[in-house]
């Protein structure tokens, strides 16, 4: 509480002289109105004057005293409304703002400011804020050099402030704003955190000199500790504000890079498999509603519980991250193979948490798988060939054989090498379609021409079986490689011609159906077997029986007409009776009639 100021003391002083005075006065003035007056009457009279004069004097007194006391009181609630109201409003720049107003209005002074040093050398004071002639004022930034403020907090009072009555422009002349503003008293405090160190200043200038220190001081200091309060709050908000923005900051730049990356990147709860975190690859691949989803819910196929691979429990002992474990699996949703690495982490949080990387390493694995048929198709199919052409030839040179046998033998040779070729030219062209599904090089194409073209190549065929073309006019045209589409045909009819007797017919044909164009190869062979129908689009799938057998071919030939026709948008199927024949259906897209 402030102490009694020498004003409110005068009122005391005063009562107490007086009733001093009252009472020598009550004593001694008979007496001396005796000395003095000899007539009765006139003794009578001075003395009732007396009275009255005794009685006013005091009621003026009494009168100026209460007056005085009241005006007191009134201005104590004033200044302690003030007070209040200055530093309980609420936080931030209003309170600042706040505090400065009602900082002037209870030292009635005429500027009130609240400034933080900005961190500089020499130092310097940027104001939050500042009050003056009755209102707000534009905050600024001044140097703190030749300044009361700049004693105030390194001057002789060990920095704890400082206040001059008057004439502080004359005992700072360099500060040229006081100057300006024409201050001659002041008072100014530094804001020191609980640390004790300064912070900022506080200050409130009058442009008349300032009396009452002892008051103002008191005053003053509420109204600087409030201050340095909310300075200390506001700048531990500010530090905690940028470090969050920091983290902001570098979560974003974390999942900017994560989000680039073409691998799922996941984080689930070591314990209870809940995701936590999945990279934009993951969700184009999974779906986006994976918050609140279990990874082996959400990232695999029909699973209720853990999957049995799942590599949690081999990622901790005992609460401590191990070794990164790398491994390979399949997933069930996208059917893709993935190399995964995965590691425990610690979360924010505090807890362990599994985080996987999978890359797509499909293409590796069709690869491998490419490799290992290779292998195979050399030990099975390239060998029978190679064998009879070994065979025959060595034969030859090592035999004398007569000019009609050795023709029938360079016959096979010849039979067995374009076999072989057909072999290697399949294996590649489906590798290359591994590597590259979508058709590249397309055009219009009129199916006309790509079946009498494909036609055309068989044309020493007609000898041994009859091969016509049907096509009703106005088809529409199809997009694609013509290269491609040609060795559709091409596989197609040569299966034609291999698998049905001599002289039997083999028709082409195409019919629109719908958006599509139905193109057809039929045959009057053999047949294939209903529940083969499907299998013998596999690579390196043959019909086992010895009819077949007979016929050459290593199963690579409808592999291809399928990958091709599928990356055309089309698909290829059978119709086939045993003994009758088979037809061969391929179904492409067709051109739109606008833009044929
Ligand atoms: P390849 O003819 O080299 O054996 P394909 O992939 O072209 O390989 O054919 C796979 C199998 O499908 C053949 O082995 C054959 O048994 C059967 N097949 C294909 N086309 C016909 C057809 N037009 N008539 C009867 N069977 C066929």
Redo the contacts with the bound molecule.
């Keep these: 509480m402030p102490k009694p100021s020498e004003n409110a003391l005068i009122p005391l002083k005063i009562a107490s002289i007086y009733a001093a005075v009252a009472g020598i006065w009550i004593i001694f003035s008979d007496e001396l109105l005796a000395a003095l007056v000899a007539d009765p009457v006139t003794l009578i009279r001075l003395s009732i004057l007396k009275g009255w004069l005794f009685v006013i004097v005091t009621a003026v007194l009494l009168w100026w005293l209460i007056r005085r006391y009241v005006t007191a009181l009134l201005q104590r609630d004033a200044t302690l409304q003030e007070i209040v109201q200055g530093v309980s409003a609420a936080t931030g720049e209003e309170f600042f703002a706040s505090l400065a107003k009602h900082l002037a209005g209870t030292l009635r002074t005429d500027f009130a400011l609240v400034g933080e040093l900005t961190g500089e050398t020499p130092p310097r004071i940027r104001t939050i804020a500042m009050f003056g002639k009755g209102r707000p004022m534009a905050n600024f930034e001044y140097s703190l050099t030749g300044t009361p403020c700049a004693e105030a907090i390194t001057g002789k009072g060990n920095g704890a402030g400082c206040f001059f009555s008057e004439g502080v422009t004359r005992k700072f002349p360099a500060d040229h704003l006081l100057v300006e503003m024409g201050v001659e008293g002041c008072i100014c405090t530094p804001l020191r955190d609980s640390a004790g160190q300064t912070m900022g200043v506080m200050a409130a200038l009058s442009c008349r000199p300032m009396k009452e220190k002892a008051l103002a001081d008191s005053l003053f200091q509420i109204f600087a500790t409030r201050a340095a309060a909310e300075l200390e709050r506001r700048r531990t908000e500010l530090k905690l504000r940028e470090r969050e923005h920091l983290l902001e900051q570098q979560f974003t730049q974390l999942t900017t890079i994560f989000d680039s990356v073409s691998a799922v990147i996941y984080v689930a709860d070591l314990a209870t498999h809940e995701l936590l975190y999945l990279n934009k690859f993951g969700v184009s691949l999974f779906g986006e509603n994976w918050q609140g989803k279990r990874c082996y819910e959400f990232l695999q196929a029909g699973q209720e519980d853990p999957c049995s691979f799942c590599t949690s429990e081999s990622l901790a002992i005992d609460g401590e991250p191990r070794p990164p474990y790398v491994w390979e699996f399949q997933n069930s949703v996208t059917g893709r193979w993935y190399q995964c690495i995965d590691r425990a982490i610690r979360w924010p949080d505090g807890r362990l948490v599994r985080m996987e990387i999978a890359f797509d390493i499909s293409e590796r694995k069709d690869m491998e798988q490419m490799k290992d048929e290779l292998v195979s198709a050399v030990s099975h199919e390239m060998r029978t060939p190679l064998t009879a052409m070994l065979g025959y030839t060595e034969f030859m040179l090592e035999n004398e054989v007569p000019p009609a046998e050795q023709k029938e033998y360079l016959r096979t040779v010849h039979h067995e090498t374009e076999r072989l070729s057909e072999l290697i030219g399949n294996f590649l062209d489906l590798q290359r379609l591994k590597l590259r599904p979508e058709p590249f090089n397309v055009r219009r194409l009129a199916v006309e021409t790509l079946l009498s073209e494909a036609a055309a190549l068989f044309g020493a065929a007609p000898q041994r079986h009859r091969l016509t073309v049907d096509c009703p006019p106005g088809l529409p045209q199809i997009v694609g490689n013509s290269g491609q589409l040609h060795q559709v045909l091409v ?2 009819i040569s ?2 011609i ?3 007797p001599e002289g039997s017919a083999i028709s082409l044909g195409a019919v629109r159906e719908g958006e599509s164009v139905v193109i057809r190869v039929t ?1 009057e ?4 077997p209903a529940e083969l129908q499907d299998k ?2 596999e690579k390196f ?3 086992d029986n010895t009819d ?1 057998r007979m ?9 291809l007409v399928r990958e091709i026709v599928t990356a055309h948008g089309g698909r290829v199927w059978v119709e ?1 009776t045993l003994g009758k024949g ?1 037809t ?1 259906f391929v179904e492409l897209p067709a051109l739109p009639e606008s833009s044929s």
């Excluded at 062979?525 to 294939?528: A, P, Y």
């Design positions: 596989n197609l299966n034609a291999k698998y049905s045959d062979g053999m047949g294939i013998i689009f799938y043959r019909i077949r016929v050459g071919g290593a199963g690579l030939g409808l592999a086939s088979s061969f």
